[in-house]
C-alpha cells in the first residue's frame, strides 16, 4: 500500500500567517488535515516583508503550532505569494514537432518558448499556466500529449512576482528551518481550494479579499483565462472609517468587525455607537447609519473594479458558475448581497472543497488560499499536469532582470 505524504503550505498573509498540515492519500489522493496554526502578522505590508525578524518569528510560531497539532516535524513547505506584486501576463510559445508523438518534453518545450518575453527588472516568472494547445490548426487542445503534428503552440498565462521579495520569503523560511517545496501564486491556491471542477468548466471567479489587496482568478472551460490583484482590499475600509469618523484605526477596526455591515439600511438614522464601549481612550459618539455607508461605498469600490476586470477579459456578467468570495474581509454582513448587485453575477461564499481532517477548524472563507497551498502542492506531488508550469526552484533566480527571461532546463 503505498504510503501517506505529508504536504505542508504557509499562506504568508499580511494580517495572519497561517500553517496547513495535510496527509496525502497515496491510494485514494485525499487530502487530510492534521494540523492548523495561525497567527498574527506583524512584518508583511502589501504582500513585501518590511520586518525580517518579525515575519521569521511569526512564521516559526506559526509551524510550531501547527507541528504541535498534527504530532509531526515539518521540512518543507509551499508558501504563498501575494499582494500586488503579482502580475499575470499573456504569452504564446511556438515549437516544431516535425510529426511526432507530443511527448512530456515537447510540453516542456513549448512552455518554454512562452517564457521567452521581456520582463522589467526585477521581475521573476512564478509559474506558467498553460490555457490551451493548438497542433497544426487545431485549435483549443486541452491535453496534447499523445497527438500528432507538425507545429505545437501554446496559449499560457505567465504569473511573475518581484524577485527580492520572493528571495526574502526564501531567507526567510530558511531561517526558520525549512525549505521551500514551491512558490504557489495565493490567487491560483484560493481558487484551487474553494471553486470545484464543474464550477472552472462553466465559467468562475474567485475573488479573495484580504488585508491590503484583492486577488481574482477566472476559470473557464476548466482553465485559468485570467488572474489579478486590485490594490485595495479590507485596510482600506478600516481607513475610511478612521478618517470618516475620526477615530483610531484601531477603533475603526473594531467598529468595523463588531458593528460593520455592508447595507446601510440595517440600521435607523438616529443610531449612534458610543466609543466607550470599545476604546479606553475615545468616548464620543458616531452614527451607525455613517459607520455602514462609508463601509458599504468602499466595498461598492472593490466590487467595481473587479468588474470592471473581468469587462477587460469580456466576462462581465458572462460567467455562468459566478463569483465564489474568500478572505477574511468578506466576513462583513451584507457583502454577498452587495457583490451580487454590483457584479450582477450569482454569488457564493467560498468553502474548502475535497479536504478533509479537522473540517471546523478549517471551514472558514479565510483558510482557502492555505488550503489550496496544500491541495496544488498535492496535485504536483501526484501528477505532472500541475507541475507543468513549474519553475525550477534552482533556477528562480538565474538570470534575474535579464531581458529575456531564462528557459526551464
Ligand atoms: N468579520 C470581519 N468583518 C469585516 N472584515 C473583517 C472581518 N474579519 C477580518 N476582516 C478584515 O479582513 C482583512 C484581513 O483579511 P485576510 O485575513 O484574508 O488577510 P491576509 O490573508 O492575512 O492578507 P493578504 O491576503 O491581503 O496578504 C482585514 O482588513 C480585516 O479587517
Ligand atoms: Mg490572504
Request: charge should be negative; include cysteine; hydrophobic fraction near 40%.
Amino acid at each position: 500500500m503505498a504510503k501517506d505524504q505529508l504536504i505542508v503550505g504557509i499562506d504568508i498573509g499580511g494580517s495572519k500567517i497561517r500553517t496547513v498540515i495535510a496527509e496525502i492519500d497515496g491510494e485514494q489522493s485525499s487530502i487530510n488535515v492534521i494540523g492548523v496554526g495561525i497567527t498574527d502578522s506583524h512584518g508583511i505590508r502589501k504582500g513585501n516583508i518590511i520586518d525580517i525578524n518579525e515575519t521569521i518569528a511569526n512564521v516559526s510560531r506559526s509551524l510550531e503550532s501547527a507541528e504541535r497539532m498534527a504530532g509531526e516535524h515539518v521540512d518543507s513547505v509551499f508558501v504563498s505569494v501575494s499582494g500586488n506584486q503579482l502580475k499575470a501576463i499573456p504569452s504564446r510559445g511556438v515549437v516544431a514537432i516535425g510529426g511526432q508523438e507530443i511527448g512530456q518534453d515537447d510540453i516542456q518545450r513549448v512552455l518554454e518558448a512562452a517564457q521567452t518575453l521581456p520582463l522589467p527588472m526585477n521581475r521573476i516568472i512564478l509559474r506558467v499556466v498553460p490555457r490551451t494547445f493548438t497542433i497544426d490548426n487545431q485549435e483549443g487542445v486541452k491535453q496534447p500529449l499523445g497527438m500528432s503534428g507538425i507545429r505545437l503552440e501554446v496559449d499560457a498565462e505567465i504569473i511573475t512576482g518581484v524577485g527580492p521579495v520572493i528571495k526574502n520569503i526564501e531567507k526567510c523560511a530558511h531561517q526558520v528551518g525549512i525549505d521551500i517545496d514551491d512558490f504557489i501564486p495565493a490567487p491560483l491556491a484560493a481558487a484551487e481550494a474553494v471553486l470545484s471542477k464543474r464550477q472552472k468548466e462553466l465559467g468562475a471567479v474567485c475573488v479573495d479579499i484580504g488585508l491590503s489587496s484583492t486577488s481574482m482568478a477566472v476559470y473557464e472551460e476548466g482553465v485559468l483565462l485570467h488572474t489579478v490583484v486590485l490594490p485595495v482590499g479590507g485596510e482600506n475600509v478600516t481607513n475610511d472609517i478612521a478618517i470618516g469618523l475620526r477615530t483610531s484605526v484601531d477603533v475603526a477596526e473594531k467598529l468595523k468587525i463588531e458593528y460593520g455591515s455592508c447595507n446601510p439600511h440595517d440600521t435607523s438614522e438616529k443610531d449612534e455607537i458610543n466609543l466607550s464601549l470599545i476604546s479606553k481612550t475615545e468616548s464620543h459618539k458616531v452614527s451607525k447609519r455613517q459607520l455602514l455607508e462609508i463601509i458599504e461605498a468602499r466595498y461598492h469600490e472593490i466590487f467595481s473594479l473587479a468588474r470592471e476586470e473581468l469587462a477587460k477579459i469580456d466576462r462581465d456578467g458572462k460567467l455562468p458558475a459566478g463569483v465564489v468570495l474568500t478572505g477574511s474581509a468578506i466576513k462583513i454582513p451584507g457583502c454577498m448581497e452587495l457583490a451580487r448587485n454590483v457584479l450582477g453575477l450569482p454569488v457564493q461564499i467560498g468553502f474548502p472543497q475535497e479536504i478533509e481532517g479537522i473540517v471546523d477548524r478549517i471551514d472558514d472563507p479565510s483558510f482557502a488560499t492555505m488550503l489550496g497551498l496544500v491541495a496544488l502542492g498535492a496535485k504536483s506531488e501526484r501528477s505532472s499536469s500541475f507541475s507543468f508550469g513549474k519553475i525550477k526552484f534552482s533556477q528562480l533566480f538565474k538570470g534575474m532582470g535579464s531581458f529575456f527571461k531564462r528557459l526551464i532546463p
